[in-house]
């Protein structure tokens, strides 16, 4: 299933599925985004960073796609798992030393 | 190896009393900042401090103030408490910038205003 990050905050997905969280960011400057997961009474977590010169990089599990002339970015996580289920938050640099976040998506596996 | 630690994890206050929330990072990092989260909210940058003895406000500032003595500690203080400073806080701490790395979060503290 797809999420359009702000205007859809929740996603729910098969366990084994595929996930794509997508999120629209703000500022045509910004050169780094970051994608981080939160899990119910804990702080975020990084989990996978892109910078403006890439548009995909991989990690374990995660892809993210940044296409920088519709100003949108996408997480992708594969064979999706219970662990999975948090919020999930971008953030791109709209400044020195300033990070903006969006509000986050909220991923529910279901068994 | 504790990462980043912050202290209380949940307080209540009454309009007008003043706190400190504590953060303290082992990791050796310069950079160190402060959000709070709303509900269907991004988190907010509170205020920032790229190294000791330097500090900056960020987004959302009034009402708080910080201090940076030494490299590990990055208290808040609330002031004069108000209902509108009801929020879970984090504090954040980075190697490389918080524009230009990874975040390591601490694991927030809940603060209620009545």
């Known amino acids: 299933g797809e999420s359009v990050g702000l205007h859809l905050p929740t996603l729910s997905v098969q366990e084994g599925d595929n996930s794509i969280i997508n999120c629209a960011y703000s500022?045509?400057?910004?050169?780094?985004f970051i994608w981080y997961k939160q899990e119910s009474g804990k702080g975020p977590q990084f989990i996978i960073d892109?910078?403006?010169?890439?548009d995909k990089r991989q990690g374990q599990r995660v892809t993210v796609l940044l296409n920088k002339t519709v100003k949108h970015l996408s997480l992708q996580i594969a064979a999706t798992q219970p662990g999975d289920s948090a919020v999930y938050f971008c953030?791109?640099?709209?400044?020195?030393?300033?990070?903006?976040f969006g509000a986050g998506t909220r991923l529910t596996v279901k068994p | 190896n504790a990462g980043v630690t912050q202290t209380p994890k949940f307080q209540v206050l009454k309009t007008g009393q003043s706190m400190t929330l504590q953060c303290a990072q082992d990791?050796?990092?310069?950079?160190m900042s402060w959000y709070r989260q709303d509900p269907g909210m991004g988190l907010r940058l509170i205020h920032y401090s790229v190294g000791a003895g330097i500090t900056d406000q960020g987004e959302v500032p009034n009402g708080y103030n910080v201090s940076r003595s030494t490299t590990e500690d990055f208290p808040l203080r609330l002031l004069s408490a108000a209902p509108s400073q009801t929020s879970v806080y984090f504090c954040?701490?980075?190697?490389?910038?918080?524009?230009?790395?990874?975040?390591?979060f601490g694991e927030g503290s809940r603060l209620t205003v009545l």
């Open positions: 954040a701490s980075s190697s490389q910038g918080m524009d230009t790395g990874e975040l390591f």
């Open positions: 990791m050796n990092h310069e950079y």
């Open positions: 953030a791109e640099n709209i400044g020195a030393n300033d990070m903006r």
């Open positions: 500022n045509s400057a910004s050169d780094y």
């Open positions: 892109i910078r403006s010169n890439m």
